[in-house]
C-alpha cells in the first residue's frame, strides 16, 4: 500500500470576490495534512473576478471553461463528464463542492465516480427571493436528490442549518455540520490611519463627512433599492455631512443610476466629485475602502454568510442590515450591528439616521466587532474545523449512510 497524504478535491462554482472563493481558497492552501486539488468554473464577466487571491496563495486551480454559474444542459452535461475524469486520473479521497452548480454536478461526477466521501458546503441558497416558485420547488428537489448521496453537508451558522432543515427540509440534521467560515482578516484591523487617509484622498471625503457604503454586486438579490432609499430619508433627516458609495457593479448598475436620479440623489462616478452618492464600481483591496468609510450597510432580500460584514467588523466599522440568512450568527445586534426586516425602508433609514446622527454610539459600536471578528472568523480556524471533520470521515465515522 503507498503511504501518501488523504487527497481532496475541492470544487467551486467560479472565483468571483465573496466568501466561497476565500473559503476554497484558505481550505486548499492550510489544510497541510491533505493533497488538494481546486477546480473552478468560470466567473461571470458581469462579475469582478478574483483569481488574483489564489495567485497571491501560490494556486493553481484546474479550470473548467464549461462549468458557468447559470443553468445550461449541454455544458453541464460536458462538465460532469469532465469531473469524471478528473476523478478518474486523482483519484480523490474526498470531493468537497462548494456551491450550487459546482454541488449539483461535482456530487453527481463523484457519486457516479464511486468517491467514497462526498461533502458539500452551502454558501447560500437560492430557496427564497431568488426564482418563481416552480423554478425554486425544482431547484429544492435536485438538492433533496443530492443530499442522499453527500457524506456530510455545510452550513456556515446555525441558522442557515435551522432553513435547510426546519423550512427546507433539504436533509436531516444529523447529516449536517457547522463549520463557520474562515479569513485572514488582519490586513483589515492593519494599518488603518493609512488607509483611511488614501481612500477618502482619493474620494475627496473630507474629515467632517460621514462616509456611507454597501459593498457587493449590483444585482437584484442585493436590492440597492433599499439602500437609495434608505439615504434619501437619511438626508432629508440629518444636519450631518453625509457621503454615501456603492461598492461594486453588475447588471443593475443602469437601473440603480436611474432610481437615483428619480429619487433626486444626485451622483458621479467620478472620484473628486462631491455628490451624496458615488459609484466606485470594483476596488479590489476592500481593506482601505473599509478603513476609509465610517459605516457599511448591506440591503439583500436573501443572504448567506455575508463576507462584507465580517470584513467590516474586523475594519471595526459599525453595521447597518436586514435580518437576512445567516446575518444574525455572524454580527453582535446591538453592540457592532444594527439590523432590521428585509425591504422596510423606514427600519434601515431610521437605523441609519441613528448611527449617522449620534457620534457616541457610532464611536461605541466602531469599538465592538474587531475582536468578535478576528476571533470568530480566522482562517486558522477554519482549517482546523475542516481538518477534524475530514480526519473523523475517513476514519469512519460518518455518522450517517451515504444514502437515505
Given amino acids: 500500500m503507498v503511504n501518501r497524504k488523504p487527497r481532496v478535491l475541492r470544487i467551486i462554482n467560479r472565483l468571483n470576490l465573496g466568501g466561497p472563493t476565500y473559503n476554497a481558497a484558505y481550505l486548499t492552501k492550510h489544510m497541510d495534512e491533505f493533497e488538494t486539488l481546486?477546480?473552478?468554473?468560470?466567473?461571470?464577466?458581469?462579475?469582478?473576478?478574483?483569481?488574483?487571491?489564489?495567485?497571491?496563495?501560490?494556486?493553481?486551480?484546474?479550470?473548467?471553461?464549461e462549468m458557468y454559474r447559470e443553468l445550461n444542459p449541454f455544458r453541464d452535461y460536458k462538465s460532469y463528464f469532465r469531473l469524471r475524469q478528473i476523478i478518474t486520473d486523482f483519484k480523490p479521497d474526498i470531493v468537497h463542492t462548494h456551491a450550487a452548480k459546482a454541488g449539483a454536478v461535482g456530487r453527481l461526477a463523484a457519486r457516479h465516480a464511486g468517491v467514497p466521501i462526498i461533502i458539500h458546503t452551502f454558501h447560500g441558497h437560492v430557496f427564497h427571493s431568488y426564482f418563481s416558485p416552480a423554478k425554486t420547488k425544482m431547484f429544492l428537489a435536485i438538492e433533496r436528490y443530492l443530499a442522499r448521496y453527500s457524506t456530510k453537508i455545510i452550513a456556515l451558522s446555525p441558522k442557515q442549518l435551522s432553513e435547510l432543515t426546519d423550512e427546507f427540509n433539504i436533509a436531516p440534521k444529523s447529516k449536517f455540520e457547522i463549520v463557520?467560515?474562515?479569513?485572514?482578516?488582519?490586513?483589515?484591523?492593519?494599518?488603518?490611519?493609512?488607509?483611511?487617509?488614501?481612500?477618502?484622498?482619493?474620494?475627496?471625503?473630507?474629515?467632517?463627512?460621514?462616509?456611507?457604503?454597501?459593498?457587493?454586486?449590483?444585482?437584484?438579490?442585493?436590492?440597492?433599492?433599499?439602500?437609495?432609499?434608505?439615504?434619501?430619508?437619511?438626508?432629508?433627516?440629518?444636519?450631518?455631512?453625509?457621503?454615501?458609495?456603492?461598492?461594486?457593479d453588475g447588471e443593475l448598475r443602469s437601473a440603480i443610476e436611474a432610481e437615483a436620479t428619480a429619487l433626486g440623489i444626485p451622483f458621479s462616478s467620478d472620484k473628486q466629485n462631491s455628490a451624496l452618492l458615488t459609484f466606485t464600481s470594483w476596488i479590489k483591496d476592500v481593506s482601505v475602502c473599509n478603513a476609509g468609510l465610517d459605516i457599511i450597510t448591506l440591503t439583500s432580500n436573501n443572504e448567506g454568510t455575508p463576507v462584507s460584514l465580517i470584513e467590516a467588523q474586523a475594519a471595526g466599522k459599525p453595521i447597518v442590515s436586514t435580518r437576512v440568512g445567516g446575518i444574525e450568527d455572524i454580527v453582535e445586534e446591538g453592540k457592532s450591528a444594527l439590523l432590521c426586516p428585509k425591504q422596510d425602508v423606514n427600519a434601515f433609514a431610521e437605523a441609519l439616521t441613528l448611527l449617522v446622527n449620534d457620534d457616541n454610539l457610532r464611536t461605541a459600536m466602531s469599538n465592538e466587532g474587531s475582536d468578535y471578528a478576528l476571533k470568530q472568523f480566522s482562517y486558522k480556524r477554519l482549517c482546523a474545523d475542516m481538518t477534524k471533520l475530514y480526519n473523523s470521515l475517513l476514519n469512519g465515522d460518518k455518522s450517517v449512510a451515504q444514502s437515505a
Fill in 38 to 65: 481546486l477546480v473552478s468554473g468560470m466567473h461571470d464577466k458581469t462579475e469582478e473576478s478574483s483569481e488574483f487571491i489564489v495567485e497571491e496563495l501560490g494556486l493553481k486551480p484546474l479550470y473548467l471553461p
Fill in 180 to 248: 463557520s467560515l474562515g479569513f485572514d482578516l488582519q490586513r483589515f484591523a492593519e494599518n488603518q490611519k493609512e488607509k483611511r487617509k488614501a481612500f477618502r484622498t482619493e474620494y475627496n471625503i473630507k474629515d467632517d463627512e460621514i462616509a456611507i457604503g454597501i459593498i457587493g454586486r449590483l444585482v437584484p438579490i442585493k436590492n440597492h433599492s433599499l439602500f437609495l432609499q434608505g439615504l434619501k430619508k437619511l438626508s432629508e433627516n440629518t444636519d450631518k455631512k453625509v457621503r454615501a458609495f456603492i461598492i461594486g
